[in-house]
């Protein structure tokens, strides 16, 4: 549970590096280094395409989507398509948040944002490409039987749309600090983040044969993830510096957050509250050595 400032940052900074995730990043790093390097690499916009996807990451979603997976008895050889598509879709919309006309922030994973490093036009083209590399990834897994790539495509595209994360930009670009209450951001939070944390999560478990009941827990345990891991990341915008977060800071000074509206404590807050409910998913129906639970606790400094 966040009980400090530091603690947030400390997390950000460790989950880049720690031992026991390495295996599955590196599986997820090769993967997607394949993956895109097709030959059109070489071009500048292939080039765009690389640098935000391949720039260090901390790759939680898909390692989120290979866990999701182990918990329901898939391994990581199976699900590991399904794992880089889910972070082009991330990729892509890091891409298209930090241009002038969104964030406008400068710096982003340690390095130049792609629009900084290779203009506007190219960015923008680059993330359309990684949103339809994330698709064509999963229509042709070879892992994944025809059922379960239709599935995935529904759920990722689900995601993505006007009630998941496209809608939820729309609705955190719209907002104000004046006309926001703490449910408002609650919704833009779930759309914005909280619905590709819930279709990592789903679509790792549908790989793994998961039925409807299951895929409702996991979905459920990804929504309440990913706004608790948007509170703490708006609680490091108010805190962090660019060296720990790797990207701008400061952004949303002007913004509609809890870590702005409540202060520092009401963001670490509302995110334990998420945490909590996200454990109580979790530990509903699992076997004692639970992949997810693993990543969990590892990720949160939860008790196991
Ligand atoms: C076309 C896919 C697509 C989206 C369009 C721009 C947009 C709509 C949505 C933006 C969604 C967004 C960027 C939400 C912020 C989520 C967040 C906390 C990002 C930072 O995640 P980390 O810390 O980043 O996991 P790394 O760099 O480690 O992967």
Request: hydrophobic share 45%; glycine share 10%; proline share 3%.
């Amino acid at each position: 549970m966040p009980d400090s400032r530091s603690r947030v940052e400390n997390m950000f900074r460790t989950m880049h590096r720690t031992a026991p995730l390495d295996r599955p990043r590196q599986a997820v790093e090769a993967r997607l280094d394949m993956l895109t390097s097709s030959g059109d690499e070489a071009s500048r916009l292939g080039e765009a395409m690389r640098y935000a996807l391949l720039a260090p990451g901390k790759r939680f979603r898909p390692l989120l989507t290979i866990a999701a997976a182990e918990r329901h008895g898939g391994s990581l050889e199976g699900v590991l398509d399904v794992a880089c598509a889910v972070e082009c879709i991330h990729a892509a919309s890091l891409i298209l948040d930090d241009l002038p006309c969104m964030d406008d922030a400068e710096f982003r994973r340690g390095r130049q944002a792609t629009h900084v490093a290779f203009g506007e036009s190219t960015a923008l083209l680059a993330s359309v490409g990684l949103l339809s590399k994330a698709f064509e990834i999963v229509a042709s897994a070879q892992a994944l039987d025809t059922a379960a790539r239709s599935d995935v495509i529904a759920v990722l595209a689900g995601a993505v749309s006007p009630a998941g994360l496209v809608g939820g930009q729309f609705a955190d670009l719209t907002a104000s600090t004046e006309d926001q209450c703490g449910d408002g951001i609650g919704e833009r939070h779930s759309r914005k983040t909280g619905a590709l944390f819930a279709a990592a999560v789903e679509s790792g478990a549908r790989v793994a044969g998961a039925g409807i009941a299951e895929r409702a827990l996991m979905r459920s345990f990804g929504l309440n993830l990913g706004q608790a891991y948007q509170h703490l990341d708006d609680v490091a915008d108010a805190t962090g510096s660019t060296e720990t977060m790797g990207k701008d800071v400061g952004k949303d000074a002007n913004r509609a957050t809890l870590a702005v509206l409540d202060g520092i404590d009401g963001g670490l807050r509302a995110a334990d509250r998420h945490l909590r409910a996200a454990a109580v998913i979790l530990h509903h129906n699992t076997a004692e050595r639970d992949p997810l639970a693993r990543l969990f606790a590892t990720t949160f400094g939860w008790p196991a």
